[in-house]
């Protein structure tokens, strides 16, 4: 069992950056695949990165790359750091994860999930 929690999000001017962050409870943390979508409203859950429980893969949605970073650390914690924002990126951010040594890119593929934190980004 995986409890997460996001942090970091808010206002930012477009071109600016945030750092969201994702701590995560649980004895197992190093089997978690972890992974971030984002959902705007009216649109449906989107992916936007993945780590494998290794970190040794990771995979970006096409409109975060280059922009996007993803990274985790062995204190159950996982981030993402967004640079070069755009109004477009406006949504509400979930981090998610799922016990396996690597995940994909479909919301249903994981178990977990997060409260979400706004990001907005104004023009």
């Known amino acids: 069992q995986v409890q997460l929690v996001e942090s970091g999000g808010g206002l930012v001017q477009a071109g600016g950056s945030l750092r969201l962050s994702c701590a995560a409870s649980?004895?197992?943390?190093?089997?978690?695949?972890m992974a971030w979508f984002r959902q705007a409203p009216g649109k449906e859950r989107e992916f936007v990165a993945v780590?494998?429980?290794?970190?040794?893969?990771i995979v970006y949605g096409d409109p975060v790359k280059g922009r996007f970073t993803i990274s985790r650390d062995y204190n159950k914690n996982s981030y993402l750091q967004m640079n070069s924002l755009k109004p477009e990126d406006t949504a509400v951010y979930y981090c998610?994860?799922?016990?396996?040594?690597?995940?994909?890119?479909?919301?249903?593929?994981?178990?977990?999930w997060g409260q979400g934190t706004q990001v907005t980004v104004s023009s």
């Open positions: 998610a994860a799922v016990r396996a040594i690597i995940g994909g890119t479909s919301p249903a593929r994981y178990d977990y």
């Open positions: 649980g004895r197992t943390y190093s089997v978690y695949t």
């Open positions: 780590i494998s429980a290794s970190g040794g893969s």
